[in-house]
């Protein structure tokens, strides 16, 4: 470990960290909710539900220390309503629209393998708050990545059409991977702190976890893509203020609404 | 239990926290009725301190809706056995695991008939594999899953392929 960072310095990464964990969560939540029903089966529309429930709920306790870590009062409601796009800070991947029920799963999918490389390292963080909502988020996305895994083969290895839809989808995600392992200067930061892994260090299991499930859904590995875009530093694309603008609707027109 | 009423060395703190693991022993499961919270493993420790009552809750899973009508009811239900002070902190390490709910807990589940978890999950690839789900009306062991999901966070829906009936699995987490 070098030279320590500046307390406030180390702070203020720590909290954009934790607030780009937990608007990925949040946001990809918010769009799995957008199934319900509407999913081709029922069996589906719950599972999603599922997935959108186990994901706001990481987000609720991320977005709940990332409040603490601030201290300036705000808690998850005044960060998950009362934020507009520019300071949300999830991955551009996550707000992308559902498109079908294959560009859901393929979306899912790229998240899920992602969260499962990143959330593993983040359970031994020198943060312990961290490394506690980790473990737990963990065992919740092994059983994600089992849905959506099982379900990038079936369509993939399926019909010449869901095949050819699941390949669609794939190439058209695929541009949005490499902000996954970009590291910035907050990354690098909070790395070098013990509190959260090197992204670097996680892309190459990542990467053949990727390969190996593609193999078996039989759908090919799209060519690397450039980094165009910074969700994570709040500059979105079009989707997410449309996103956002019906999430928070209801308590910004009725603040401090209950029920 | 893994954290059942240790002996303290406060006789009349030990006979409080006995008190209070009994009130919550009694306390249903707002999803699942038959299931105590304390079956369910969610308690993590009752401890009597000077300041006070204080119990451990752990949720199940991270978004299950359930938690914060637990709290409250946990909450209402020691205050009405004197326990108004009691105060609730909220344990995520270690993350609840179904292999916490207790043996009777799991017999209750078969009895209203939701299967209880089969075997712990000690490693990812045990996630991977199908475990064998046995029928809780009939017994059977020719079992299908019919989703990875069902009605609350904690289960999945089968179905016995020898009596025909549908039911709810309490998965493994």
Redesign the interface.
């Known amino acids: 470990m070098s030279a320590p960072e500046p307390g406030d310095a180390l702070r203020a990464a720590q909290l954009r960290y934790v607030l780009r964990l937990a608007d990925t969560s949040l946001v990809l939540g918010q769009r799995l909710g957008e199934w319900v029903g509407h999913a081709p089966q029922l069996?589906?529309d719950?599972?999603l539900?599922?997935l959108?429930?186990?994901?706001?709920?990481?987000a609720?306790?991320l977005l709940t220390y990332a409040g603490e870590l601030e201290g300036r009062g705000r808690d998850e409601d005044a960060l998950a309503f009362l934020r507009d796009a520019p300071e949300f800070l999830n991955l551009t991947l996550a707000e992308q629209p559902n498109g079908d029920f294959g560009h859901t799963i393929v979306r899912q999918w790229l998240i899920d393998t992602w969260q499962l490389q990143l959330y593993a390292g983040l359970s031994a963080s020198s943060d312990?708050?961290l490394?506690?909502?980790a473990?737990?988020?963990l065992?919740?996305t092994?059983?994600h990545h089992?849905?959506s895994s099982?379900w990038l083969v079936r369509l993939g290895d399926g019909t010449p059409q869901s095949h050819e839809r699941m390949q669609q989808a794939l190439d058209s995600l695929w541009r949005f991977t490499p902000e996954l392992f970009a590291a910035d200067e907050v990354d690098e930061v909070v790395c070098r702190a013990g509190i959260a892994p090197s992204l670097a260090q996680l892309q190459p299991a990542w990467s053949a976890q990727v390969d190996e499930e593609l193999r078996a859904a039989t759908l090919a590995r799209p060519p690397a893509a450039p980094h165009p875009w910074y969700g994570k530093r709040g500059v979105h694309s079009e989707h997410l203020g449309h996103l956002l603008a019906e999430m928070q609707h209801l308590p910004r027109t009725f603040p401090g609404a209950r029920w | 239990m893994s954290d059942a009423p240790a002996a303290s060395a406060n006789p009349s703190a030990a006979a409080r926290e006995a008190q209070a693991w009994a009130v919550l022993n009694e306390l249903p499961d707002p999803e699942i009725p038959v299931l105590s919270i304390v079956d369910l493993g969610i308690v993590r420790y009752v401890r009597a301190t000077e300041a006070g009552l204080c119990v451990g809750l752990t949720?199940t899973?991270?978004?299950?809706?359930a938690t914060e009508i637990i709290r409250g009811q946990v909450r209402a239900a020691l205050a009405a056995h004197g326990f108004a002070d009691a105060r609730l902190e909220e344990v995520?390490?270690?993350?609840?695991?179904s292999a916490w709910l207790s043996a009777a807990g799991r017999a209750k589940l078969r009895a209203f008939g939701i299967a209880p978890p089969e075997e712990p999950?000690t490693s990812?690839r045990a996630?991977?594999q199908s475990p064998q789900v046995r029928c809780p009306r009939c017994a059977s062991a020719s079992t299908e899953r019919?989703?990875?999901?069902?009605?609350t966070?904690c289960k999945a829906?089968y179905r016995c392929r020898n009596c025909g009936e549908p039911f709810d699995y309490f998965?493994c987490?």
């Open positions: 069996e589906e719950l599972g539900a599922n959108a429930l186990d994901l706001i709920g990481q609720r306790l312990a708050r490394a506690a909502i473990a737990k988020a065992k919740e092994r059983y089992r849905f099982g | 949720p899973y991270s978004g299950c809706p995520l390490s270690p993350p609840w695991s999950v990812v996630l991977w019919v989703s990875e999901f069902g009605s966070p829906h998965k987490l």
